[in-house]
């Protein structure tokens, strides 16, 4: 293979393993924040245990986060050079304050780790953890608006020769992408790993351990997730509307719509035969034209407007649909979980009921999966939407092979070693063991 296949593959490699990693460090901080700012208003134990507990988990995903996104930067360098020739004065600015945020995020997680009981007042090392927060919310924002530039990239002007003059790093920071990929990448971290939580707890209750502990970590998390979940679905209306102004082919690509129309509906599933005619799919009339525009009547700019060679993959249909039905999904058991909670106490434990929630965990991970898959794919053939196609950003340099086959053997050290550290972290360490340890009887 050609060293520009071998660098997409690399980098599609290393984002798919650092999206896992990176979504947890930035959702996890937040649940910790509840659980131990809840478990002092309620003077409960149980909730501030969670805290520590999930603290302890959150820790060694930020060292494996760490090495992961230290490698895309090097790629970024390595197997990108043109691109960052091109640009990588003018997105700097963002690349640095992602940093300084990771920084901010560490410091307050050491300061967090080691004053737990060192305060009279808890209150004082619960509002430790906000800083955490903002940290690794921040993170997530600044590398988000570098990729929300390659979508619609602003802050400069062109020459003929294709240099880049006029440099507005703010303007490129806070381009029209931005809003919308901000909000759905935070909002989907944080529904994702409300689900992982009650996925480790409904995990022990199906295996037998019936404890109170568990129970509250699942109500704490669905509540949150439902909420998370409702405003990731948002998130992605705003991020529908932005692609039908904004990136017109994207979401045509992932729509299959392929003529200018109004009252364009919404094709869900199908496939597509030899005439590009769509076969077998659901059609809900208008739907299309209200996710684009917000009204029904709205005219919604087809695929063949565009130029072929300009055209992303069509197969993102499949995974604009995945997003949908495994966001629909989660709102679904979330919401099921809270009403069988709220009408009858024992139908909301039941065994099918906690497998629905387990399953959620995975499934929220695919769909992060997917949206970033989607993201990158929806681009192309771009790597900076209409300045410069990725076939034209990639090294020339040969041995990209020798890099993938170390990167890989890399990432799966580190996913077994990171995997291996957490369940002999927790194995043998129940809630009941450590509530008796620290001499507190319920």
């Known amino acids: 293979m050609d060293p520009a296949t071998l660098s997409r593959i690399l980098t599609a490699e290393t984002l798919a393993f650092h999206i896992i990693w990176a979504t947890i460090g930035v959702g996890v901080p937040i649940f910790i924040c509840i659980a131990e700012g809840w478990g002092i208003y309620k003077k409960d134990p149980h909730y501030i245990l969670m805290a520590r507990r999930w603290t302890r988990g959150f820790v060694i995903t930020v060292a494996v986060g ?18 960052m020739q091109l640009v990588g004065h003018l997105i700097s600015l963002p690349l640095f304050l992602e940093t300084f945020a990771f920084f901010f995020e560490a410091i307050f997680l050491g300061i967090y780790l080691y004053t737990w009981d060192r305060f009279k007042k808890p209150v004082y090392h619960w509002l430790t953890s906000i800083p955490i927060i903002i940290g690794s919310s921040l993170s997530a924002v600044f590398i988000t608006t570098v990729n929300a530039f390659m979508n619609t990239p ?19 920071m806070f381009n029209p992408a931005a809003p919308s990929k901000i909000a759905h990448v935070l909002s989907s971290a944080y529904v994702t790993c409300a689900f992982l939580l009650a996925a480790i707890a409904a995990y022990h209750l199906l295996k037998g351990k019936r ?8 109500k704490l998390t669905m509540v949150s997730g439902l909420v998370m979940a409702l405003l990731t679905a948002v998130a992605g209306d705003l991020s ?3 692609l039908a102004e904004h990136v017109p082919e994207k979401l045509a690509a992932a729509e299959w719509h392929f003529e200018t129309q109004k009252e364009a509906p919404l094709i869900l599933g199908g496939y597509l035969d030899e005439n590009q005619e769509v076969q077998g799919a659901i059609k809900i009339p208008f739907a299309l034209s209200i996710l684009g525009k917000g009204h029904p009547n709205a005219e919604i700019t087809g695929l063949n407007e565009f130029p ?3 055209r992303p993959p069509l197969y993102i249909h499949y995974l604009f649909d995945g997003m949908v039905a495994i966001g629909t999904y989660l709102i679904l058991i979330s919401a099921l979980f809270l009403i069988l909670l709220w009408r009858k106490k024992k139908a909301a434990w039941n065994p099918w009921i906690l497998r629905g929630i387990l399953i959620g965990a995975p499934l929220s991970f695919a769909a992060i999966e997917m949206g970033w898959i989607y993201a990158e794919v929806g681009r192309q053939p771009w790597i900076i939407r209409g300045i410069m196609k990725v076939e034209h950003a990639a090294t020339t340099a040969d041995h990209v092979g020798v890099l993938l086959f170390l990167f890989s053997l890399l990432y799966i050290a580190l996913a077994v070693i990171a995997t291996s550290v957490l369940i002999r972290l927790f194995r043998n360490n129940s809630p009941e063991q450590e509530l008796e340890e620290r001499g507190i009887i319920l």
Do not use: C, H
């Open 66 to 83: 760490v090495v992961t996104g230290t490698s895309i930067g090097l790629m970024l360098s390595l197997l990108w050079p043109q691109f």
């Open 154 to 172: 602003a802050g400069f002007e062109m020459t003929k020769e294709g240099e880049l003059t006029n440099l507005r790093p703010l303007e490129a």
């Open 211 to 218: 404890n109170v502990y568990f129970k509250k970590a699942i």
């Open 240 to 242: 529908g509307k932005f």
């Open 308 to 310: 072929e060679d300009e």
